[in-house]
Structures are given as C-alpha cells and as structure tokens.
T-cell receptor, first 111, second 113 residues
Framework: AQSVTQLDSQVPVFEEAPVELRCNYS??????LFWYVQYPNQGLQLLLK??????LVESINGFEAEFNKSQTSFHLRKPSVHISDTAEYFC?????????FGAGTRLTVKP | NAGVTQTPKFRVLKTGQSMTLLCAQD?????MYWYRQDPGMGLRLIHY???????AKGEVPDGYNVSRLKKQNFLLGLESAAPSQTSVYFC????????????FGPGTRLTVL
C-alpha cells in the first residue's frame, strides 16, 4: 500500500526566512504527488502537484516542490515565507486505488 | 459554483445514536470521497465512489456506510456512533481519478460523547 511520511510535524520559522517541508513516499509503481494546504477551520486546497514531466513544480504563491525518484521524496520549499503562509500542509500520493495523505506539517510563521 | 458543500458543520451525538452527513458537489464530478481527519494522523479515506450508484471501501470503513444515489450527492452514515468516531469529516470530489485535483468541502466536526 502507498504510504506517505512527512518528516516534521511542526515547523516554526520567522517571516522572510526560507522553509522546507519534507515528504517521502513509498511505492513500487508510478505515483502522482500532491501538496495540499489547510488554513484554520477550512478544508484542504491544492497547492501544487506533480504528474509527469519536469520534476520541479511551482505554485502561484511562491512554493515549489521537487520530485526526486531516487530518494522517493517530494519536498516543499519557499525561499521567503509570509505570515499568511501559516497553515497545515499535507503531502499526498495517489497509488492504484486510493489517495494517501501524510500526517501533516504545521507551519507557523512568526513576525 | 458552490463547489463542495457539507451538512451539518457541527454535530454532537451520544454513543449509540445514528446520523447522516451529506456532501453535495455542483461540478459534475464522477469521483467522491469521505475522509476523517484526526490529530497527528492526517486524512484517512473512509469510503469512496467512482460514479452514481457505486461505492467502495477505503482505509478505515468500519462503522460507516455510504450511498451515492445521485451523482451530485454522497452520504456518509453512522449507524451506532462510538466515541472513536469523534473526528472532523471531509468530503472531496474530483473529475479525474488519477491526475485531477481533489476539491474539499469545509468539513463537519463530529463529537460523540
């Protein structure tokens, strides 16, 4: 079965600092990889996704993630975070029959 | 478009009571999903549907039943609620199984006493 591991449950950073949220997946088949963001008291929203092609994918608000097949990773990065990026971030992978989510990483951006 | 809506937003049940959560989407999506979200565990798939009249079990189906009588609606039922079912429940839909984005509802916070 597909499984997704997010290596950090909480990441506190100061505003304008860079951040990396780490995600590893396990699978022996092709996967489609996603990062979702959840703001307080809301549902999840897609941040970005990797389906095929370029291993570096970007979102409209400055996040990017790189698919690394050899390391089975899909880490999320942003060079300079804002207060408004405070949220919970979920890595997900779609396997043959279902979508599996990681446990989530709570990003807290401090002024 | 309203997207994905969920009813109710909050509910408190006593052990043994039953209830139904309603999910509705107006995007003509074929695929619909029910997840539960628990602290430190992310989202876990309860049941899903690949089209009107179809349902299938996900990762944690025990204690839940679902129905998809209409394409736009996906109902999640708890026949005899247990405290272990205290959770936040999210419904999602997508038009393409493998490659498309899942659109999530705002969630239902359920407490079972």
């Amino acid at each position: 079965a597909q499984s997704v591991t997010q290596l950090d449950s909480q990441v506190p950073v100061f505003e304008e600092a860079p951040v990396e949220l780490r995600c590893n997946y396990s699978s022996s088949v092709s996967v489609y990889l996603f990062w979702y963001v959840q703001y307080p008291n809301q549902g999840l929203q897609l941040l970005l996704k990797y389906l095929s092609g370029s291993t570096l994918v970007e979102s409209i608000n400055g996040f990017e993630a790189e698919f690394n097949k050899s390391q089975t990773s899909f880490h999320l990065r942003k060079p300079s975070v804002h207060i408004s990026d405070t949220a919970e971030y979920f890595c997900a992978a779609r396997g043959d029959n279902d979508m599996r989510f990681g446990a989530g990483t709570r990003l807290t951006v401090k002024p | 478009n309203a997207g994905v809506t969920q009813t109710p937003k909050f509910r408190v049940l006593k052990t043994g009571q039953s209830m139904t959560l309603l999910c509705a989407q107006d995007m003509n999506h074929e695929y619909m999903y029910w997840y539960r979200q628990d602290p430190g565990m992310g989202l876990r798939l309860i049941h899903y549907s690949v089209g009107e009249g179809t349902t299938a079990k996900g990762e944690v189906p025990d204690g839940y039943n679902v129905s998809r009588l209409k394409k736009q609606n996906f109902l999640l039922g708890l026949e005899s609620a247990a405290p272990s079912q205290t959770s936040v429940y999210f419904c999602a839909s997508t038009g393409s199984y493998r490659t498309d984005t899942q659109y999530f509802g705002p969630g239902t916070r359920l407490t079972v006493l």
